[in-house]
């Protein structure tokens, strides 16, 4: 009798008690599947080295100046992404031809005159009201008597990872494969003073917050720092477990199906010296409940320097960690479900 009371009692802890944490972690691990790995990976080929190339090198110019928000350059910079989505037929949420979403002068500090963010997308098919929104920012610190701080790095890099992405969704859905969710692509300015244009967008958004199911945020992805000197195949991710547990493993699984680069976390801890969570625009859609995750390489003796130009970009290394964003946000955008919320730090 004793031994069958006992068998009982654990088929009714087996059964009956809630899922463990670990079970749970599995479950969620469990149900990311991609399914369409190769159609996946023939988009995520599209996107080449010596087109990332091109656009760095075109954005990093020192015919835009340094692209400080409200100035010249910046201006020319943004008219570059708005002619090039003209011309890839990559539409506007504001409507024909308008790209712009105005920052007033009023908006900033310092004297900074109005600056826009740029903003493109391609309507999702089944859930267009769902959006997913591929972030980088597009100013920089302009210039000096001396010297033009081109921003190679911090932002030609993560702005070229966008235009060629939204290539290749373009590409996708003209064969028949446009994304389940929208998918926006934003170009935001005065990053390098105090966040502003994500700022703006959150106080202003194009589409609702409470649709905006994710952000993916890149900010400079074309370098190797120090310590990864001996082993470059590295990207930081920072923020990808801290609202959304299945955002985490949408991510870990794209980059063990497409691109087996090493996940460096050391920079999420929420002990971080550095505090990388807040410092970047992918932050002010993290306040609002939004999952993101911010891209990173980490610093280099070139950041704010007039030295961060083009020729230092490793291309291979950026079109491999633009391809891991560009799988990741495929998922998200064609999973059956929206990603879900768990979590509240
Ligand atoms: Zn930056």
Known sequence: MKVLIVASALTLVGSCATL??????QNIKD?????????????ANTITSAELNTHVYKFSADEFEGRRAGESGHHKAANYLKNYYIKEGVASPLGTDNYYQNVPESF?????KSSPNVIAYIKGSEYPEEV?????????????????????????????????????FKMAEREGLAPKRSIVFLHL?????????????IEHPILPLH???????????????????????????????RLSTELHYISESANENFTKLELDYSLNSENDFNQYYSRSDHYNFA???????????????????????????????LQKRTKLIFTTAWYIANNKKRIEVDQDS
């Open 211 to 241: 649709n905006t199911i994710a952000n993916l945020n890149i900010d400079m992805i074309g370098r190797v720092d120090d310590s990864h000197e001996s082993n470059p195949n590295y990207i930081y991710l920072i923020g990808s477990d």
């Open 108 to 112: 900033f500090n310092d004297g900074i």
């Open 287 to 317: 306040k609002n409940g939004i999952p993101v995750i911010f891209y990173f390489s980490g610093t280099h003796d070139d950041y704010h320097e007039p030295t961060d130009t083009a020729e230092k970009i490793n291309y291979p290394l």
């Open 132 to 168: 997913l929104i591929i972030s980088a920012h597009s100013d920089h610190e302009g210039y000096t008597e001396d010297a033009i701080y081109n921003g190679a790095d911090d932002n030609g890099s993560g702005t070229a990872a966008l235009l060629e992405m939204a290539q290749a």
């Open 189 to 201: 300015t005065g990053e390098e003073v105090n966040l502003t244009g994500s700022r703006y967008y």
């Open 31 to 43: 149900s990311i599947v991609f399914t369409d790995a190769n159609i996946i990976n023939n988009y």
């Open 20 to 25: 463990s944490h670990t079970e749970k972690l």
